[in-house]
């Protein structure tokens, strides 16, 4: 089956320092991979997507970047953190059927302080 | 660029009667797929149920029922029977039916309170 792994699921960094989150999928290949941002109260913010490797589409541009090294492993980078970059970070994937839904993982909590 | 809005950030409902969720999406495409996600406290985001554009039949799914509108370019949600937990953030998303547009654009989410 199926499994989605998204680390670490809370995390604290000082203004300015890097930050780097990572999915990785098991139990199919060539997926649709995503993410998502989530400020507090408020509602999923698509970030990237990805349809294949080294194939990243920026939705929002931001202090944040994409990369998809392997086939089932999409990382989520910044060079520098802004207090705005706080929130609650989903990584899904998807097969590539429109009908179909999307799995998502636990999630990662970050604060920027 | 497609929109979802849903314009109820907050509703409530008495256990075991019926409450209504409304989503409103904006796009210029004839094919495209609808869905209602639910996130309970634990935040773990759940599909409740799925439209697809050219179905005229609104989709069922036990107690989570749609009522969609195409012309009106409405996508709302019908809880019946609701229980303690049916409690969560419920999110309207669309997306695109051709291939090649693979992403998923979400509301920003209406939260709902089961009232015991």
């Known amino acids: 089956s199926q499994t989605i792994h998204q680390w670490p699921a809370t995390l604290v960094q000082p203004v300015g320092s890097p930050l780097s989150l990572e999915c990785t999928v098991e139990?199919?290949?060539?997926?649709?991979l995503y993410w998502y941002r989530q400020a507090a109260g408020r509602g999923l913010q698509l970030l990237f997507y990805?349809?294949?490797?080294?194939?990243i589409s920026s939705e929002v541009p931001q202090n944040l970047s994409a990369s998809r090294p392997q086939d089932r492993q999409f990382i989520l980078s910044s060079k520098k953190l802004l207090l705005s970059d706080s929130g609650f970070y989903l990584c899904?994937?998807?097969?590539?059927?429109?009908?179909?839904?999307?799995?998502f993982g636990s999630g990662t909590q970050l604060s920027v302080l | 660029a497609q929109t979802v809005t849903q314009s109820q950030p907050e509703m409530s409902v008495q256990e075991a009667e019926t409450v209504t969720l409304s989503c409103t999406y904006d796009?210029?495409?004839?094919?495209?797929?609808l869905f209602w996600y639910k996130q309970p406290p634990s935040r773990q985001m759940i599909l409740v149920i799925r439209q697809e554009a050219y179905k005229q039949q609104n989709a069922t799914e036990n107690r989570f029922s749609v009522n969609f509108q195409k012309a009106a370019k409405s996508f709302s949600l019908k809880i019946s029977d609701s229980q303690l937990g049916d409690a969560a953030m419920y999110f309207c998303?669309?997306?695109?039916?051709?291939?090649?547009?693979?992403?998923?654009?979400f509301g920003t989410g209406t939260r709902l309170t089961i009232i015991p």
């Open positions: 998303a669309y997306r695109s039916g051709g291939f090649g547009n693979e992403k998923l654009t």
């Open positions: 990805s349809v294949g490797i080294g194939q």
């Open positions: 899904a994937w998807s097969v590539h059927t429109p009908l179909e839904k999307l799995f």
């Open positions: 139990g199919t290949s060539n997926p649709n």
């Open positions: 796009t210029s495409e004839s094919d495209y797929y």
